[in-house]
């Protein structure tokens, strides 16, 4: 989110176009000249245009469409306010000149020239500055419709088409405002914990910007149409103070970061929302595995018992038989002391009762000494 001095960045939501980085780098480093004429889309309605020929390679045109941040700011001729232009021949004077007028469906067009920087690096560089254009004019007609928005006004921005925030400005400080709007119960569970701990956490730093949410509009939004102001996820304001924009790097980044909140919003409970669903599949497959465990452990345990009381049960009938045996053997033998002995069988050794073999042994024993 924004930092102390409003210069960091968001995770994910680079200002840099990796595309364009892609292009270009291609193009210089490519061994022989090619035709190129490419056109590709970014978030936020962002069209860019890549030509060049072959018989020209040196010059790479470079085309580029961004939405209207507001109905109500009077465009130029060319569609960019002279100040947005005036910035960007400042940023990139030293390989790219703007060219006017720029092409048909675009609002800027810029002719690169990277033949007059001699070190690969400088050209690395070069190109990393190009991909971050669209930071350039969007930001920079932030700032211009913030300077004509006067003390107290408030102005509606389109970023994206279905998520327009306001910006109000007062005498101390500038409040971007952005209405929250949720088509999934879960999501929104997820974002109102988000915001009350963006909420907390974010006025703990006493120069980070200060962030404010309430389910019910804030009073700079009095007077506002009731459609601008349906949502289900309530009001997040931001208090941006003139520290958070002084110099052209800092505001740039200020202004990029506000105008992705929303996506990044988005970005962080979809994340969220997997990471809660990866866990509880991982919790789900640990507790699976708990009960497998407990169930087989249980099966043979019960065939252990099972087992070990068949077995005990053998022994004590066996036991029980052998005792049987014994005494009336006993009983024979002494009947017959009296008398002439007869050879008169002992009972039979049981061997799978060990433990009534010595004992009916030792009993057949202590008889013949009789």
Not at 11 to 19: K, L
Not at 44 to 72: C, K, Q
Not at 336 to 346: A, Q, V
Request: glycine share 6%.
């Amino acid at each position: 989110m924004l930092s102390a001095d409003g210069a960091s960045t968001m995770a994910f939501f680079s200002s840099g176009s990796r595309a364009l980085v892609e292009i270009l780098t291609r193009m210089q480093s490519a061994e022989r000249p090619m035709p190129v004429d490419h056109t590709f889309f970014e978030f936020g309605s962002i069209r860019y245009h890549v030509e060049a020929s072959a018989s020209d390679p040196e010059n790479v045109y470079l085309s580029i469409s961004t939405p209207s941040l507001s109905h109500e700011a009077a465009p130029s001729s060319t569609g960019l306010p002279e100040a947005t232009l005036q910035e960007t021949r400042k940023a990139y004077h030293k390989f790219a000149e703007v060219v006017e007028p720029p092409r048909e469906g675009y609002v800027l067009t810029l002719k690169l020239n990277f033949s007059g920087l001699a070190r690969p690096k400088d050209r690395v560089k070069a190109i990393n500055q190009v991909s971050l254009l669209q930071s350039v004019v969007l930001s920079s007609q932030l700032r211009d419709m913030l300077g004509s928005l006067g003390p107290f006004g408030t102005m509606k921005l389109v970023y994206s088409q279905r998520e327009p925030f306001f910006v109000s400005n007062t005498a101390e400080k500038i409040h971007a405002i952005f209405p929250m709007r949720f088509r999934d119960d879960t999501d929104l569970a997820i974002a109102t914990s988000f915001f009350q701990e963006l909420q907390d956490l974010g006025n703990s730093f006493a120069r980070a910007p200060r962030c404010s949410w309430s389910p019910i509009p804030p009073p700079e939004l009095r007077g506002e149409h009731v459609d601008r102001l349906t949502t289900n996820g309530g009001f997040v304001s931001f208090g941006v103070l003139s520290r958070h924009v002084r110099g052209k790097k800092r505001a740039a980044k200020t202004a990029w970061i506000l105008l992705n909140f929303q996506a990044y919003v988005k970005y962080h409970i979809k994340c969220t929302r997997s990471h809660i669903q990866s866990r509880m599949r991982q919790r789900l497959e640990a507790l699976t595995e708990v009960i497998q465990d407990a169930s087989l452990r249980g099966n043979h345990d019960k065939t252990r018992s099972q087992g070990s009381r068949s077995r005990v049960a053998r022994e004590a009938a066996g036991v029980l038989v052998s005792g049987f045996q014994l005494v009336n053997y006993q009983e024979r033998v002494l009947s017959n002391s009296n008398g002439n002995r007869r050879s008169t069988n002992p009972p039979r050794i049981d061997a799978q009762v060990p433990d009534a073999n010595e004992k009916r042994a030792a009993w057949h024993g202590r008889c013949l000494e009789t």
